[in-house]
């Protein structure tokens, strides 16, 4: 049996805020919504979310959240059922809208992914990072309902978030390439399909990354449609396969090892660059694409330490031991220096 879950209704563009109440209507879910949403997101966009709902007839309650973790989605799976939500609204770049897809499943209700930066594909998947004792995890959660993305909003976000997310999806290059590897060595489950939407979504950034630039309205646009047809090769594959392979692993592995990590889709798209190389690919493509955009191609540019990087990577085929990838069963010390280097990741 296959289960896809997909959003039906995405909205793309200049002041779509105003099409929440809208979009409500339409997903007749307008009575009672719990919006979730960091304190900087509240005056972005959540206190005019309120107002909006509100105007139309709605019940909106507010639930400020702190950090991604175990006992906050608990807090706001109690908030959401003692004002006995219909939907939640994930209102941020991230942490709010993993916040959202927990505590909304959990009150079994739907949700909707409201994002104010486009910095990693969490804001379409399933999937939520929840934080605890230091470590972060991934964890199953519900797609969207809907994806709301007021393109000015995004692009008035720190540019950094913007080329980050573009670093995410370029980084599907190598996801699909480990996912082709696993379906021919170990006969695992593959999705042509799947995997075309993600390497098409790379393509979307990688042919138009001359074009992406900070606060541009456009950029925002080609970047959430990326990220969007991205989220959409995952809900075809039921997996994060398409979009999650060892460049994945090599940015966790830096998440525990790093003393001050970078951001999430920085770190992948780096690592793509090296897994790219392993593959024997043309890594200096996601290298170039990067560097047009502005994202960090190196350790130096990231503010990470090049023994970091040798550790991240000789430790990363331990991170999801289950997904194989062109990691196989580890680097030895000098293959990981040598690759690092080569791809000028870290300076010989
Ligand atoms: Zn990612």
């Known amino acids: ?10 909205l793309i563009g200049k002041n779509m805020l105003v099409k929440v109440p809208d979009v409500l209507n339409k997903l007749k879910i307008s009575k009672k919504v719990l919006l ?4 900087n997101t509240l005056d972005v966009a959540g206190n005019r979310i309120k107002e909006l709902v509100e ?11 702190e950090k991604a ?21 994930g209102v941020g770049s991230g942490r709010s809208i993993d916040l959202a897809k927990l505590s909304s ?23 939520a990072s929840i934080h605890s004792e230091g470590k972060s995890e991934s964890v199953e959660a519900q797609a969207p309902i809907a994806v709301i993305a007021d393109t000015e909003i995004i692009s008035k976000a720190p540019f950094r978030l913007l080329a980050a997310g573009c670093g995410d999806v370029i980084s599907n290059y190598t996801s699909v390439l480990d ?63 398409p979009a999650s392979g060892s460049e994945h692993m090599f940015s966790h592995a830096l998440d ?8 999430h889709g920085e770190q992948c798209a780096v690592g793509s660059i090296m897994m790219m190389y392993l593959h024997g690919g043309d890594w200096e493509k996601i290298r170039n694409a990067l560097i047009q955009i502005g994202a960090p191609t190196s350790a130096v540019e990231m503010g990470i330490a090049d023994d970091e990087i040798i550790e991240a990577l000789l430790q990363a085929h331990t ?24 791809t000028k990741v870290i300076t010989d």
Not at 78 to 87: L, N, R, T, V
């Open 105 to 127: 499943k959990n009150c079994s209700v739907p949700f909707i992914s409201i994002p104010t930066a486009a910095s990693h594909d969490g804001i379409v998947s399933a999937r």
């Open 256 to 263: 525990r090892i790093a003393k001050k990590p970078a951001l």
């Open 1 to 10: 049996m296959k289960w896809m879950e997909f959003p039906r209704e995405v």
């Open 179 to 241: 996912w082709e590897l696993a379906s021919r060595h170990q006969n695992e489950p593959f999705s042509r399909s799947a995997a075309m939407m993600a390497y098409m979504s790379a393509d979307m950034i990688t042919n138009s990354a001359n074009l992406i630039r900070p606060g541009l309205d456009s950029s925002a646009r080609i970047a959430v449609k990326a990220l969007v047809l991205s989220g959409a090769a995952m809900s075809v594959a039921g997996s994060s396969r």
């Open 55 to 65: 105007e139309n007839g709605g019940d909106c309650e507010i639930c400020i959240s």
């Open 319 to 342: 991170i999801r031991p289950e997904r194989y990838t062109i990691l196989g069963g580890g680097l030895t010390p000098s293959a990981a220096e040598k690759m690092a280097v080569v």
């Open 36 to 39: 979730v949403t960091g304190k």
């Open 69 to 89: 973790s175990p006992e906050e989605v608990i807090k706001i799976t109690e908030a959401g059922s003692a004002f006995e939500a219909d939907c939640f609204l």
